[in-house]
């Protein structure tokens, strides 16, 4: 069965502190994809980064950077320098793939919900 | 180009009525999708289309939900005799083939 946990439930964080949050995933698929979510109070869901299966190497968007080990089935989210404006929950999700290899709905963790004090 | 788009936003409803909610996707988008988020939870897929068609459901669709996508552009979720339990976020996804998906706003259902 497919699984996403976010073990995290919530942290705290003062301005410019960096922060992890991890992701944990199962699946018995070879093919898959790996993403990120930022859901700020206003409740919107904002796509932040799509991975697949094969590509391992960790990325890095400005202050965003995401760690993908397939040996330990993680997928974690550092923030660094962290700001008032990255307070929100943020979720982790996997897609499996339907028949012929299109990518399948989004499976959700409970998400992180991260507070950046100033 | 707009985003995904719900109308409505909030939705206030009597137990035992039915609701429609609406999704416009993103233009040229050939895929949608439904997912349902509860208070401290993640979204939870309920039903995608391809084009007009609806492809797959989750079990969490029962048979009081139906969902249809006419022409392959907007999509309408219905609730029949809405029950408490339906209380919750509606969201509504749109991708271009085996792409991210992209979120509307929502639309809030609160069933007293």
């Known amino acids: 069965a497919q699984k996403v946990t976010q073990a995290q439930t919530e942290i705290s964080v003062v301005e410019k502190e960096d922060v992890t949050l991890d992701c944990v995933y199962e699946?018995?698929?070879?093919?898959?994809?790996l993403f990120w979510y930022k859901q700020p109070p206003s409740g919107e869901l904002v796509f932040l980064i799509r991975r697949n299966s094969f590509d391992e190497q960790n990325e890095i968007s400005g202050r965003y950077s995401w760690n993908f080990q397939k040996s330990t089935s993680s997928f974690n989210f550092t923030i660094t320098a962290s700001q008032v404006v990255d307070s929100a929950v943020y979720f982790c999700a996997l897609s499996e793939t339907y028949y012929g290899g299109s990518q399948g709905n989004l499976i959700f963790g409970k998400g992180t919900k991260l507070s950046v004090k100033p | 180009d707009t985003g995904v788009s719900q109308d409505p936003r909030h939705k206030i409803t009597k137990r035992g009525q039915n609701v429609t909610f609406r999704c416009d996707p993103i233009s040229e988008h050939n895929r949608l999708y439904w997912y349902r988020q509860t208070l401290g939870q993640g979204p939870e897929f309920l039903t995608y289309f391809q084009n007009e068609a609806q492809l797959e459901k989750s079990r969490l669709l029962s048979d009081r939900f139906s969902a249809e996508r006419p022409k392959g552009s907007f999509s309408t979720l219905e609730i029949q005799r809405t029950e408490q339990g339906d209380s919750a976020m509606y969201l509504c996804?749109?991708?271009?083939?085996?792409?991210?998906?992209?979120f509307g706003p929502g639309t809030r259902l609160t069933v007293t």
């Open positions: 996804a749109s991708s271009p083939q085996a792409y991210e998906q992209y």
């Open positions: 699946t018995r698929d070879t093919t898959y994809y």
